[in-house]
């Protein structure tokens, strides 16, 4: 099943290093970077800590899908 979805906005979001603000400018350079990534229900984790599931095989199984066809989309 295909379901399409809206990754990232434009704005300030809270990440691990606090507040930040995304650019469309920068979350463009890298689009097809996300192609093939795996996609979890909240974020990963490994005793205690944050990981990728990308590049962590033991949390592996708790992706529920791939990322395909990404694209940004502009206002303009």
């Given at each position: 099943?295909?379901?399409p979805v809206v990754m990232?906005?434009?704005g300030v979001h809270n990440g691990?290093?606090?507040p930040i603000l995304h650019l469309q400018?920068?979350?463009?350079?890298f689009v097809n970077a996300w192609n093939g990534r795996p996609?979890?229900?909240?974020?990963p984790t490994l005793n205690g800590r944050n990981v990728s599931v990308a590049d962590c095989p033991e949390?592996?199984?708790s992706a529920v899908?791939?990322?395909f066809?990404?694209?940004i989309v502009t206002g303009k």
């Amino acid at each position: 099943m295909l379901v399409p979805v809206v990754m990232m906005v434009e704005g300030v979001h809270n990440g691990s290093h606090g507040p930040i603000l995304h650019l469309q400018e920068e979350l463009g350079k890298f689009v097809n970077a996300w192609n093939g990534r795996p996609v979890t229900i909240g974020h990963p984790t490994l005793n205690g800590r944050n990981v990728s599931v990308a590049d962590c095989p033991e949390v592996f199984e708790s992706a529920v899908g791939t990322l395909f066809n990404t694209r940004i989309v502009t206002g303009k």
